[in-house]
């Protein structure tokens, strides 16, 4: 568990076992990360981000929903990627995420043969493969929503604002959001992207969220 101060800004991990650099970086940070955060006045979501056309675009999605993937993906394609898993919003503004991607045994191997001159190095005790993110501006101005949902087809549709609320308080990582901050992002554009989890129909779903979101 994690022991928290507000003032001075103080935060004490209490671990059974000693931890390297790496892992505190990502995964132990984004806890801590989110309550200061929250303290400041900003919003923290778990999700990724993307940069497309100068602007973030936030990707939420259930655990194992493939954002890691996805997020892959865009990287492989030259598209920036903010975050991968802790999102944080500033005003009207995204902050950028610790400079890595974690991921699975299976997406590496997928992806291995694309990744053979970037520095990979083990994580979480061999369970995950770190793919360094080159640096970017600390903010930018932040888009709206991507959500990934599971389908038998590949489409993108729009989320109605009645429905958006739900969706961002499932994905809030900090208890007691404040509502006046979630009312100005929930007036921002919310996609669904559909697609079948398999790796043949991965390009035609990034195809699709890059071009729907060009528009």
Known sequence: YITVRREPPHAMYHLR????????VHPYLAGAA????????????????????GRVWGVLGSTEAGKTTTLTQ?????????????????????????RC????????????????????????????????????PIRLPFAGWVLLRDDTTV??????????????????????????????VLSLPMWTLRRPRTWSQLPRAIHALRSTLAE
């Open 155 to 184: 489409g993108m549709e729009k989320v109605r604002p009645a429905d958006r609320f739900g969706v961002l308080i499932k994905e809030h990582l900090v208890a007691g959001v404040r509502h006046d901050l979630l009312l100005d």
């Open 101 to 136: 991607l974690d991921l699975r045994a299976p997406t590496w191997e997928h992806f291995a043969s694309s990744l053979e001159d970037v520095e990979v190095m083990k994580v979480r005790d061999g369970e995950r493969y770190r793919i360094p993110l080159p640096p970017m």
């Open 34 to 53: 989110g309550i200061f955060n929250s303290w400041l006045g900003r919003m923290t979501f778990h999700g990724g981000g993307i940069v497309l056309e």
């Open 17 to 24: 076992r000693d931890i390297e650099a790496h892992e505190l």
């Open 74 to 98: 865009m990287y492989l394609l030259g598209v920036p990627v903010v975050t991968d898993d802790l999102l944080v919003l500033d005003g009207g503004d995204a902050l950028t995420g610790p």
